[in-house]
């Protein structure tokens, strides 16, 4: 039996927008992953005091999004699950797909200064491969100033030559438009702009 590479993408997606599906295509791309699962978050534990749209609606809308693409799944672990920590998440999922799955958990690039305030995260360096997601303006010559010395050691800045590869994190920059679901939130009157960043269906 195929052991499937699948790219873990989490997020409230509120909203799911292009740069989510670019992150995704060129990350499976780039590390020839068999799918892409959108983890979707419950309440975040570092966003527990913003105001977050239903599940059934963010659900909703990366159910469109992703129509598209048979690669891209929604994972709806976490919004059952009693823990919203990433390694738990991990951990569960390596449990219960074995030797079915091996996971390639997707974060930003600028969670690299803070990661070592992630909850167990030497565990996560550990016994899993982290892809971290690059802003385009940063350049890929070396780390970021200020990330910690213990996930330092972890992580390489993303060449071809690397894939595939079997062990170790990557800072790749695969050169995702500038937006967040943040940016769409606060600008609910400029309808114009939230066009460009999300989807049609998405928008609708």
């Given at each position: 039996?195929?052991?499937?590479?699948?790219?873990?993408?989490?997020?409230?997606?509120?909203?799911?927008?292009?740069?989510?599906?670019?992150?995704?295509?060129?990350?499976?791309?780039?590390?020839?992953?068999?799918?892409?699962?959108?983890?979707?978050?419950?309440?975040?534990?570092?966003?527990?005091?913003?105001?977050?749209?239903?599940?059934?609606?963010?659900?909703?809308?990366?159910?469109?999004?992703?129509?598209?693409?048979?690669?891209?799944?929604?994972?709806d672990y976490e919004l059952t699950s009693n823990s919203g920590f990433t390694v738990?998440?991990?951990?569960?999922?390596?449990?219960?797909?074995?030797?079915?799955?091996?996971?390639?958990?997707?974060?930003?690039?600028?969670?690299?200064?803070?990661?070592?305030?992630?909850?167990?995260?030497?565990?996560?360096?550990?016994?899993?491969?982290?892809?971290?997601?690059?802003?385009?303006?940063?350049?890929?010559?070396?780390?970021?100033?200020?990330?910690?010395?213990?996930?330092?050691?972890?992580?390489?800045?993303?060449?071809?030559?690397?894939?595939?590869?079997?062990?170790?994190?990557?800072?790749?920059?695969?050169?995702?438009?500038?937006?967040?679901?943040?940016?769409?939130?606060?600008?609910?009157?400029?309808?114009?702009?939230?066009?460009?960043?999300?989807?049609?269906?998405?928008?609708?």
């Open positions: 039996m195929k052991t499937l590479r699948v790219g873990i993408l989490g997020g409230t997606f509120d909203p799911v927008h292009i740069g989510h599906l670019h992150v995704a295509r060129e990350v499976r791309r780039s590390f020839r992953l068999d799918e892409i699962w959108f983890l979707v978050a419950r309440t975040p534990p570092h966003k527990k005091r913003m105001q977050i749209s239903p599940v059934w609606h963010r659900c909703g809308m990366l159910a469109i999004a992703t129509a598209e693409y048979p690669r891209f799944k929604i994972c738990d998440t991990l951990r569960a999922l390596r449990r219960k797909y074995r030797a079915q799955a091996r996971f390639y958990f997707i974060a930003g690039g600028d969670a690299l200064r803070d990661f070592h305030k992630w909850y167990r995260f030497e565990t996560l360096l550990n016994e899993f491969h982290i892809v971290f997601v690059n802003r385009p303006e940063t350049g890929l010559q070396k780390l970021p100033a200020g990330v910690d010395p213990r996930v330092a050691k972890h992580v390489r800045p993303y060449r071809n030559s690397d894939s595939p590869w079997e062990k170790g994190s990557f800072l790749i920059e695969v050169g995702a438009p500038d937006v967040s679901s943040t940016q769409i939130r606060r600008r609910p009157i400029e309808l114009m702009k939230i066009q460009k960043w999300v989807s049609p269906a998405v928008y609708q």
